[in-house]
């Protein structure tokens, strides 16, 4: 346990603290220059929970950014590499790949509320005994990504005629107009709405539409509402499309969604 200075030369590169539990491995990265470590991975699940920067790690094709509030999972064996920004301080835990029976698939963000922080930050401490320590593991493990998906966000598009027709869907992501019948409305072809939303918001029509419906069924599924009559309320014609959709955006369904909503996370 301790600090580790990594430098090359006279210059610090990166201030480690160190902690090794029963199941979890427990680091503090302190980061005084941009940082890359190159594709790798792991025997054991790593977690990364950012406190001040930013973290971005990319599996595959599939490329996930932590910052301060949320956090990056990352099973064993997935090859990964990690890039962060000098002045980056995040936790980095390593948990037994057989301490949790199921895990995600693949790369996962999670919310990292602060009772998550201060768990890893505890397990940090010098001065705990195995018996204080594997306590306090057993309850992070239950913390790390149990909780509630971070949800993506939604760009805006910038030009007027795409910026109207997405803040009108914002209000009625009911509406089912096509891009012919958008295109009518705002004085531009179909062709160029489409062009716009993709070279504006990095999404195709179809799919801002499906972020935006589920974005806006978030606040309708924390009461009593059944899930079919939120899928209609939101623009769906059956609760089985809805579902794909609420799946793809949220990696969940609507009715293991958790509430209230001000306790989910974000992205950002």
């Known amino acids: 346990m301790g600090w580790v200075v990594v430098s090359v030369g006279l210059q610090v590169l990166e201030v480690v603290d160190r902690a090794v539990g029963p ?8 980061l005084t220059a941009p940082t890359a470590w190159a594709a790798h991975d792991h ?30 999972w990352i099973p064993a064996g997935v090859r990964h590499a990690v890039s962060a920004p000098a ?47 594997t306590r306090a593991e057993e309850v992070l493990c239950d913390q790390l ?10 760009p805006m598009p910038r030009s007027a005629p795409v910026r109207l027709v997405a803040t009108t869907l914002l209000g009625a992501p009911q509406d089912r107009r096509t891009l012919e019948q958008w295109g009518f409305v705002v004085g531009v072809s179909a062709r160029t709405l489409t062009r716009r939303f993709t070279e504006e918001t990095g999404l195709g029509f ?4 499906r972020r935006c419906r ?19 309320r939101v623009g769906y014609r059956s609760e089985a499309a809805f579902v794909a959709a ?22 950002g």
């Open 23 to 30: 199941r979890i491995e427990v680091y503090r990265w302190i």
């Open 43 to 72: 025997v054991d699940h790593e977690f990364l929970v950012v406190v001040s920067g930013g973290v971005r790690v990319r599996a595959g094709d599939v490329v996930r950014t932590a910052v301060p509030g949320s956090g990056v």
């Open 87 to 133: 002045g980056t301080m995040f936790l980095v835990g390593y948990v037994d790949r057989d301490r949790r029976a199921t895990v995600p698939a693949g790369l996962t963000a999670f919310p990292t509320p602060p009772l998550t922080i201060a768990l890893v930050e505890h397990l940090l401490s010098p001065v705990l005994d195995v018996a204080m320590r």
């Open 145 to 154: 990504v149990d909780g509630p998906p971070v949800l993506p966000d939604l």
């Open 206 to 209: 179809e799919s801002w539409r």
């Open 214 to 232: 589920v974005l806006s069924a978030l606040p309708l599924l924390t009461g009593t509402r059944p899930v079919r009559a939120v899928a209609h």
């Open 246 to 267: 609420f799946r793809r955006e949220t990696g969940t369904t609507p009715g293991r969604w958790p509430a209230p909503v001000a306790q989910l996370g974000g992205t």
